[in-house]
C-alpha cells in the first residue's frame, strides 16, 4: 500500500515540474495578476495634503502642476489633435446656414477674422503650455494670473460648455444616420446607446485611449478634407461628369454677399457659427499637462493650426463658395447637423458624382464622434483641475492609479445620458436651451488665454527675466495676444447686437437669451465665487503671480544654455529649413 501511495506522489511530483505544468501555472498567475492589476488600477492615487496656510491662488499652482495624470500622449497624437481634433459639424454643416445667411464673401470674412484671432490664441497658449504644462491649463492660468474667481467661472464655463456638447453630439450622430432611409427604421435612442458605449469604452482606457482615438479620427477627417479641396478645384475647372466649366460665377450670379440682409450684420451674424466651429482648439492646450514631451512635441503641434486654419477652413470654404451659391435652398437643413444639408455634400451631388455623398456623410459622422470623445475629455480634466484647486467638489478630483480622473468622466458621461432624449418630440427645445449656456463660451476661453499670456509676459518683465528662458514664444508675442484680446471682444459685441436685433427676425427676450445665456450665467460663478471665499481683489497683482510652479525644467540657467545652443545649430541650418522649422 506504501508502495502505490509512494509512486502516486512520484508522478504527481513529475507532474508539476513538467515544463508544460509550468508554463500552464505562469499563464494562469499571469492571467489571475493582470485581473488583480486591472481592478488595482480603479483605486485612488495617494497625493499629499496641502498646507491648509496657503492662499488659494498658491494651493491651485501647486495641485495643478502635482496632478497625478499619465503622461502618455506622444509627439504624433498632439499633432493630429491640433490639426483635426475639433474639426466637426461647424465646418461640415453650419458652415452652409452661414453661406445662405450672408454669402460666400461674408463667410470668408468672418472666418479669416476667426482665424486670425484663432491663430494668436493658440500661440499665446503654446508658449504657457510649454512653459507650465499643468493639469487644467487655460483655466489655471487664468487662476493665476488674472484672478481665481475669474479662473474658477472659467473652468465651470469650459466644462459646461463639454458636459453639453456630448449628449448634443450623440444626438446628431443618431440624426446623421437618418441620411440612408434604412437606418429611419431603427429608435434613435439604440444608435445613441451604440454611440454612447463606443466612447465609454475609449475612455476607459484612459488618455491612450482619447489619444488613439483622436489620431485615427482627426486622420480620417484631414484626408477627407484634403481630398474634397482636389477634387473642388478640379470641378471647378470643368473636370467633373458634368465637364461644366464654374469659376467664379456663383460669385456673380446670386453675388457674394447676401443682399436680402445688411451684408455688415449678416457677416456680424456669421461670427458667432464661425467661432462654433474653431471650438475645441484650445484641447492641445489641455492635453500638454499629459503629454510625454511637451517642450519637443507642444511647439511643432501649435505651429500645425496655422495649416488647419488655412487648409481646412479657408481653401475649403473658398472652394465651397465657388461650387455652392448661397440660394441653393438645401443649405437651409432640418437642423445644425442635418448632413443632407451640408455644403460639402450639396458640392458633390449638384456636380453629378454619385456615392460620395455617402463616404462624406460617413466622414461627418465620424466627425460628431470626435467632438463626442473630445468633449469627455475636456470636461473631465477641467472638472477635476477645479477640485484639486478646492473650486468644485473634491470628489471630482479622485485620480485613480492609471490617472484617470473617475468622477469627473463618471458625471461628464451621466450627463451623456440626456441624449437618449433623441426620440422625444421634445429633443429640440431642450437642446436649445443647454446650447444657449454654452453657446459664447469659446470666446470667453480664447480672450482669456489672451489676457493671461499678457499678465503672464507683464510678470516676467517685473521680475527682470524675459524671453530668454522660454522654450517656445508665441510668434505674435504680446501684440498678438492683444490683437486675439480685441476681436474676441468685439465677437462679443456684435453678438450682443445680433442677439438683441437678430437677423431677419423680430426681437424677443427668449430669442436673445438663446444666443446670451452664457454671459449672465459667468457673471453668476463669479459673484458666487467672490462670496464663498471672500475674495475681493479684482486681479492677482504682479508680486503675487507664481510663474514657476508647473515648469519640467527646474534649472533656468541650464535652461537658458540650451536654448542659446538650439538656437545656434537652427542659425546654421540652410534658409529652407529655418523657414521650415518656423511655420512647422
Given amino acids: 500500500m506504501s508502495d502505490k501511495k509512494t509512486s502516486v506522489e512520484a508522478v504527481i511530483t513529475e507532474v508539476d515540474s513538467s515544463p508544460a505544468y509550468e508554463a500552464g501555472s505562469i499563464k494562469a498567475e499571469n492571467k489571475r495578476n493582470f485581473v488583480q492589476n486591472w481592478f488595482d488600477g480603479f483605486k485612488p492615487y495617494e497625493m499629499e495634503e496641502l498646507d491648509p496656510n496657503l492662499s488659494e491662488v498658491e494651493k491651485a499652482a501647486i495641485a495643478t502642476a502635482n496632478a497625478p495624470l499619465q503622461r502618455k500622449l506622444k509627439n504624433r497624437h498632439l499633432q493630429m489633435i491640433a490639426i483635426g481634433g475639433s474639426i466637426g459639424t461647424g465646418l461640415f454643416v453650419g458652415s452652409g446656414k452661414a453661406l445662405a445667411a450672408a454669402g460666400p464673401a461674408a463667410l470668408l470674412i468672418a472666418w479669416g477674422l476667426t482665424g486670425i ?28 494670473f488674472i484672478d481665481s474667481s475669474w479662473g474658477c467661472a472659467m473652468g465651470f464655463n469650459y466644462a459646461m460648455q463639454w458636459l453639453i456638447v456630448l449628449p448634443l453630439e450623440l444626438v446628431a450622430a443618431s440624426i446623421t444616420l437618418s441620411y440612408w432611409e434604412g437606418s429611419k427604421s431603427v429608435n434613435a435612442d439604440v444608435w445613441v446607446l451604440i ?71 449678416a457677416v456680424c451674424s456669421v461670427f458667432v457659427t464661425s467661432a462654433f466651429s474653431f471650438a475645441g482648439t484650445e484641447l492641445v492646450g489641455l492635453a500638454a499637462a ?33 461650387l455652392v451659391p448661397f440660394n441653393d435652398p438645401r443649405l437651409i437643413g432640418s437642423s445644425s447637423v442635418d448632413a443632407s444639408a451640408s455644403p460639402f455634400v450639396i458640392a458633390i451631388v449638384s456636380n453629378g458624382i454619385h456615392g460620395l455623398d455617402s463616404v462624406m456623410n460617413v466622414v461627418i459622422m465620424i466627425a460628431v464622434l470626435s467632438v463626442g470623445n473630445s468633449a469627455v475629455y475636456g470636461s473631465s480634466r477641467i472638472l477635476q483641475s477645479l477640485a484639486a484647486q478646492g473650486q468644485a467638489p473634491k470628489i471630482l478630483g479622485y485620480i485613480d492609479r492609471e490617472g484617470r480622473p473617475l468622477a469627473a468622466i463618471g458625471l461628464t458621461l451621466l450627463f451623456g445620458c440626456l441624449a437618449f432624449v433623441a426620440a422625444s418630440p421634445k429633443q429640440g427645445e431642450m437642446f436649445d436651451w443647454l446650447l444657449a449656456i454654452s453657446g459664447l463660451s469659446s470666446i470667453f476661453t480664447w480672450g482669456s488665454i489672451c489676457l493671461s499670456h499678457i499678465r503672464f509676459r507683464a510678470c516676467l518683465k517685473s521680475l527682470g527675466r524675459g524671453t530668454n528662458e522660454l522654450v517656445f514664444t ?71 503671480m507664481d510663474v514657476d510652479s508647473g515648469r519640467r525644467d527646474f534649472d533656468l540657467e541650464l535652461l537658458k544654455q540650451e536654448i542659446v545652443e538650439e538656437k545656434e545649430i537652427l542659425a546654421r541650418k540652410p534658409f529652407w529649413y529655418r523657414t521650415y522649422k518656423f511655420w512647422c
Fill in 117 to 144: 484671432m484663432i491663430y494668436f490664441t493658440v500661440q499665446a497658449l503654446g508658449e504657457l503650455s510649454v512653459t507650465m504644462p499643468v493639469s487644467g491649463s487655460f483655466a489655471v492660468y487664468s487662476t493665476r
Fill in 195 to 265: 454611440f454612447y458605449l463606443l466612447i465609454v469604452v475609449i475612455n476607459l482606457f484612459g488618455v491612450k485611449g482619447y489619444g488613439e482615438a483622436e489620431f485615427v479620427f482627426s486622420l480620417i477627417k484631414v484626408v477627407t478634407v484634403i481630398a474634397f479641396i482636389f477634387m473642388g478645384i478640379i470641378l471647378n475647372c470643368g473636370g467633373g461628369p458634368k465637364g461644366e466649366y464654374i469659376g467664379g460665377r456663383y460669385w456673380k450670379n446670386p453675388g457674394a454677399f447676401n443682399t436680402e440682409y445688411n451684408p455688415f450684420k
Fill in 290 to 322: 499629459e503629454a510625454t514631451n511637451p517642450r519637443k512635441s507642444l511647439p511643432t503641434a501649435i505651429k500645425q493650426v496655422f495649416w488647419r486654419i488655412m487648409l481646412f477652413y479657408i481653401i475649403s470654404l473658398t472652394l465651397i463658395g465657388l
Fill in 474 to 544: 508665441a510668434q505674435g508675442g504680446i501684440i498678438g495676444s492683444w490683437i486675439g484680446l480685441i476681436i474676441n471682444c468685439l465677437v462679443l459685441v456684435v453678438s450682443f447686437w445680433v442677439a438683441a436685433f437678430p437677423l431677419g427676425d423680430k426681437s424677443s427676450a427668449e430669442g436673445f437669451f438663446k444666443a446670451y445665456l452664457t454671459v449672465p450665467v459667468i457673471i453668476i460663478v463669479y459673484v458666487v465665487h467672490k462670496i464663498v471665499k471672500k475674495n475681493w481683489s479684482l486681479y492677482v497683482k504682479l508680486d503675487e
